[in-house]
Every structure is written in C-alpha cells, then in structure tokens.
C-alpha cells in the first residue's frame, strides 16, 4: 500500500477536487500542503456541489482525518466561515478530525490590502492573482516577519509580532501604494477571537503524520494550483507564490520523501488558464469558446472566466519530470466531443526552432507558437461511458497518443464530475511503491 500525493500538471483547475475526493475513500488522512484560499476544489457528490477552498477535499467523509499542513497559508476568518459552512451541512461534525500545523503562516489584513493594491498598480501588467494575500504572506514567511498560529496562540509573542508589522505595513501602505493605514486594535481584536475559534485544532501536525504514517496509515497529499503556476518550475513571474510540486508536499507537511511512493498528476484533456501570463495552445476563436461553454470554465474561487485552448503536452511533460508523476489522471475528456479534429501541441516553435522543453524564458514562452498533431473526434457524449473499452475508436486513440507525448501512464480518465462518471484503469494506493521489489 502506498502513500499517494495528487498534483495539478497544468495551470491549475484541473479538477484536483473530484480526484482527490475519489481517492480519499482509499486513505485515511488528507493533507493540504501548500496555497490557501486562492484554490478552489470543486466537488459534486449525489448531485451536490461544495466547493472547498482551504479545508482538504477528505472533510466530505466523516471517517477521515484532514490536515493543513505547515505549507499552506491560512485566512482565519475564511477557514471558519468554511468549517461552519461545512458543518451546516452535516460534515466535519467532529472537531479532532481536522487539524492545523502550528507553523502555518496566517494572512493578515494587510496582506490581502498589500495584494490588491499591488495589482491595481501593476496595470497592464497585473499576474492576476485571487487578490486573497497569498503572495504578500508567503513573502513575508520568507522574510521572517510571518506570524504562524503558535505565535497567534501565545498572547505576547501575537502582539508584539503585530505591532511590529503593523508599524511597517502602514508605512507601506501609506507612502508607497497610497492606500489607508490599518488600525492595530481592530485587528488585534479580530484575531484575538479568531484565536478562540481556531486553538483548539492546532497541532504539531509532522509530528502527527509520521507517528500515523509509522502505524501504516495511508496519506492522501493534496496539491492546489498546479506544477506550471509553481513558484520555481512554472511561468515566473506568472506565478503563485508556493512551492505546487511533489517536493513542496514534503516541505510542507514535514513529512519526508520516502513517505510518498505514487504520484499521480491532474491534467485535463485540453488546458486552462485564470489570470495573466504566457499560454501557447490559447484558443481566442469559437473553439475556445465552445472549451469554455461546454466546460463551464469559469473560476471556483473568483467566478472570472478561465482561458482556454488545446491540450499542451510540452507543459505536462514538464510537470511528469518536475514532479517524478507515476501517472496521470485525465479529465473533462467528454467535454471535448463534438470536435472534428483535436489538435495536440507536441513541441513549441521559436524563431526557427522546435523546442521540446518548457522554456524558462517569460520572452521565448510569450511568443511561442505550437506545434499540433491533428487527432480525428468524435460525436457521442462520453458522460454515461464507464468502461475504456466503451469510449469511442477516436477517444481512445487521443488518450492514447496523450500518454504517448507525455511518457507517462494515464490511470484514470474523467467524463464529468460526479463520482461515478470515471473510468478508473489503475488505484495508486494499491500499487507497489515505486523501486519496491515486491
Ligand atoms: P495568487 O495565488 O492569488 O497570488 O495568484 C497568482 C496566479 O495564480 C494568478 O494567475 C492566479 O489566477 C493563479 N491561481 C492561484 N490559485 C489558483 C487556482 O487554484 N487555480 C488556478 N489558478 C490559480
């Protein structure tokens, strides 16, 4: 039995959400390890929808534990509208089913105000972030002046950190983004009944993990956003500010590499894109109009409508080697029937070359044109269909060749969004770990 992480390999919205929520029933604990509020994991089960943006996509099955790990940003005012919602709805009626790693960083007002401030600024040449504070409070990890909820937790260490920041932030504020200042009692207040609210899920959560791991208990490593918005490997500057590969699941969980054995990558059969930055297959006719219609692709977190084009297998390539994926799961592959000809991008051309691997340069990524392979489509909707076998010549043929381009094996293919609509070809958790003998 194997541990089995679950990662984006495009720009995010793969649908993360149905995938992890289909593997949960296979493990025992679900780990968030990176991002905040700025995901949006969308689940449909029995016909209803939750969208989940902080609380791991586990907190729908009452028996499983779900952690968010010392990687991820929290807002703590979103995650208690979120665990109240879900309580509401009958889920997470158990409070020590769902714990928070006391080193995570928490957002702050000034963070969101810093966020979207900067974006205004920016004009033309916005990132289009969620504007949630993400990247102002990862920033600010890094810069050492972060407060993590065992330094909320202690009283002294919450306000003297406050008062220090605030101090600097509203300077910040004031004379470089010309925005108002924020008021120290106000916060402190907020945050102080925030404390209340939250203390009693906080733990030392590595510590939790490898005690469970040690016991045999099987780890789900959820991943948001996706390998091409990662701070180092995707479309810098065009990024979120967290570490979205397999890599950042140990970082930010505390947990080490040889605690996950399967590594199972999300792509869906065509690509998708919220926010700015360089996207070679985008399609701005009909056809893209017709991804976005037909695949409802409008954002979980911010509503904006996402840009869409052709499957780019140089992108996911790339997300196979960055993140050592042992397969990949595939989806929205109905949403593409109707087409009578689905081009995949193989490789990108460059004044004069062919390129093979995702660029690091934003100039050559700007302005690169793909190269496509025509595949042949299909008429009949794929949302009823369950077995490979039963997926029409042409369906097959396109997985196949994607699995080709990619180098990696497609486990399981999605034709809509409910639970069952899923062919299923390969479970992780039953696979041998990788380099295992056995
Ligand atoms: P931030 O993470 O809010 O700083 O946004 C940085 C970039 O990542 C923007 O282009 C966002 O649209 C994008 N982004 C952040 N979170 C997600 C996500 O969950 N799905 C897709 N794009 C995202």
Redesign the pocket.
Known sequence: MANVAII?AQ???EGKGKIVDLFTQDADIIVRFQ??N????TLVVDGQKTVLHLVPSGALHADKFCVIGNGVVVDPEFLIEEIDALKRRGHLQDDSRLRISEQAHVIMPYHKLI?QARERLRGEGM?????????PAYEDKVARVGIRFVDLLEEDTFREKLERNIAEKNFYLKAILKENTLDFDAIHRSYGLFRERLKGYVENTGLLLDREVRAGKRVLFEG???TL?DVDHGTYP?????STITGGACSGSGIGPQHIQQVIGISKAYT??????PFPTELHGPDGETLRREGAEF????G?S?RCGWFDAVGVRHAVRTNGLTGLALTKLDVLTGFKQIPICTAYRYEGSTINEFPASSKIMQNAKPVYQEMNGWDSPLDAVRKFSDLPANAQKYVRRIEEVIGTEIILVSVGPGREQTILLKNPFEEKPVGSRQ
């Open positions: 984006g720009w995010g919205d991002g905040g700025n995901a949006g994991h966020d990132i289009g972030t969620t504007g949630r504070g993400i990247g948001a956003q996706g918005l065009f990024v979120t500010s967290s998708t894109r919220v926010g700015s930055g954002g979980a977190t911010t904006r996402r």
